[in-house]
Nanobody
Framework: VQIVESGGGLVQPGGSLRLSCAASGFTFSSAAMSWYRQAPGKEREFVARISSAGDSTNYADSVKGRFIISRDNAKNTVYLQMNSLKPENAAEYFC???????WGQGTQVNVSS
């Protein structure tokens, strides 16, 4: 199993980023996928989940209405569109198969003016 996150970077408050997660080593189209994040000094927390077919999603209350999780099963990739970013959204973002799976290396998101 391999999970590779990308797309992080530095963005100003109110800006947007789209994270990508490329997965391999398992039947991606049969797996629910999720995004988590971990800020310095804090525990890793759930951000969003998407069903295997992409027809059901769940979000942490703190990101509802601003973040959108989606997937492309033909590309074995799951995305996290992050809009209206706030400084408190800065963290290392991770992707994994839901509920159990391997973690990738993460991608760093910084939100600062």
């Amino acid at each position: 199993v391999q999970i590779v996150e990308s797309g992080g970077g530095l963005v100003q408050p109110g800006g947007s980023l789209r994270l990508s997660c490329a997965a391999s080593g398992f039947t991606f189209s049969s797996a629910a996928m999720s995004w988590y994040r971990q800020a310095p000094g804090k525990e890793r927390e759930f951000v969003a989940r998407i069903s295997s077919a992409g027809d059901s999603t769940n979000y942490a209350d703190s990101v509802k209405g601003r973040f959108i999780i989606s997937r492309d099963n033909a590309k074995n990739t799951v995305y996290l569109q992050m809009n209206s970013l706030k400084p408190e959204n800065a963290a290392e973002y991770f992707c994994k198969k839901y509920p159990f799976g391997c973690w990738g290396q993460g991608t760093q998101v910084n939100v600062s003016s």
